[in-house]
């Protein structure tokens, strides 16, 4: 699924959020690399700093009053309600689509920017 969205430039041209966002992705290659009882253990952090995350992203946008606002909240939406979903697998001790899920969110945070810059637009 591609997110046309402000994310990939968002976390590319605001400095905090990037920060952010490389703390995320690290996180998330230390869960990867993890035992299966570790993993079930600090995926519901990952999902707590995605939440973070997204939040943060959020309150950029809407500081800024970007456009893209209202479909990067249905984006979130979508994305953290199958967090939410996995989580509870994940629990149960099937890890292996919290495993899946953790290489789509990295891709995900490191999709080349798709929109034009914010930072070109005064941001």
Not at 26 to 36: F, G, I, K, P
Request: charged share 20%.
């Amino acid at each position: 699924m591609a997110f046309p969205h402000s994310r990939p430039t968002v976390l590319a041209d605001w400095p905090a959020l990037g920060g952010r966002c490389r703390s995320l992705q690290t996180h998330l290659a230390a869960l990867r690399n993890s035992t299966d009882a570790a993993f079930a253990r600090q995926f519901p952090a990952a999902v707590a700093a995605v939440e973070a995350l997204f939040r943060h992203e959020e309150a950029l946008l809407d500081q800024h009053g970007d456009a893209c606002l209202h479909a990067c909240l249905a984006d979130h939406a979508l994305i953290l309600c199958a967090l939410h979903r996995i989580a509870a697998r994940v629990e149960r001790g099937d890890v292996a689509p919290g495993r899946r899920v953790v290489d789509a969110l990295d891709a995900m945070l490191t999709m080349p920017a798709v929109a034009p810059p914010l930072r070109a637009r005064g941001a």
